[in-house]
T-cell receptor, first 113, second 115 residues
Framework: DGGITQSPKYLFRKEGQNVTLSCEQN?????MYWYRQDPGQGLRLIYY???????QKGDIAEGYSVSREKKESFPLTVTSAQKNPTAFYLC????????????FGQGTRLTVV | AQSVTQLDSHVSVSEGTPVLLRCNYS??????LFWYVQHPNKGLQLLLK??????LVKGINGFEAEFKKSETSFHLTKPSAHMSDAAEYFC?????????????FGKGTHLIIQP
């Protein structure tokens, strides 16, 4: 059935290591987003993409990178430059036309060990 | 620019009593408004949405919200709370006046249900 799939659900990263979070959608949405969620801070936008092969930085892009080679996929890499990566990461997608709702994946919890 | 203010960071009610979660917004454009619910370690699930049709919107699990343009409010209500309603709730605004992605999130309201 249609939706957004994030994997893995839990991820552990060692200091200085890059890790990649997967996000796949089969809703035929043009727009995809990555958010970071920390306790008491709501959701903060990391990157977003409105079309294949194009993406823009959000409010907290430093230390992160993305790619959008396929409409269905929008992976997020947390690089070693991100000094405090422990957080809950949410991927979302939506139609880019009109003010429609965003659909969210189930999240990935990243912990630095 | 647009903004969303969820007026209470925490709300505690007894099971079987009404729920009121307050949301005020600011937007220079005609926005769409949404309420999402998030259970621990889960993604956000859409409860209901307002997109310039009826001002009283009914959603899932018995929730509803009323869009009041004059008060710039979109409060979420439920007549009778259930233990399973305990979660985090987010009010979201979307318009062409929003951020880079058009979406603006409130900080969230943590709903606690007392037995």
């Amino acid at each position: 059935d249609g939706g957004i799939t994030q994997s893995p659900k839990y991820l552990f990263r060692k200091e200085g290591q890059n890790v990649t979070l997967s996000c796949e959608q089969n809703l035929n949405h043009d727009a995809m987003y990555w958010y970071r969620q920390d306790p008491g801070q709501g959701l903060r936008l990391i990157y977003y993409s409105q079309i294949v092969n194009d993406f823009q930085k959000g409010d907290i892009a430093e230390g992160y990178s993305v790619s959008r080679e396929k409409k269905e996929s929008f992976p997020l890499t947390v690089t070693s430059a991100q000094k405090n990566p422990t957080a809950f990461y949410l991927c979302a997608s939506s139609n880019s036309q009109g003010y429609t709702e965003a659909f969210f994946g189930q999240g990935t919890r990243l912990t630095v060990v | 620019a647009q903004s969303v203010t969820q007026l209470d960071s925490h709300v505690s009610v007894s099971e079987g009593t009404p729920v009121l979660l307050r949301c005020n917004y600011s937007s220079s454009y005609s926005p769409s408004l949404f309420w999402y619910v998030q259970h621990p370690n889960k993604g956000l699930q859409l409860l209901l949405k307002y997109t310039s049709a009826a001002t009283l919107v009914k959603g899932i699990n018995g929730f509803e919200a009323e869009f009041k343009k004059s008060e710039t409010s979109f409060h979420l209500t439920k007549p009778s709370a259930h233990m399973s309603d305990a979660a985090e709730y987010f009010c979201v605004v979307r318009s062409s006046g929003g951020g880079a992605d058009g979406l603006t999130f409130g900080k969230g309201t943590h709903l606690i249900i007392q037995p």
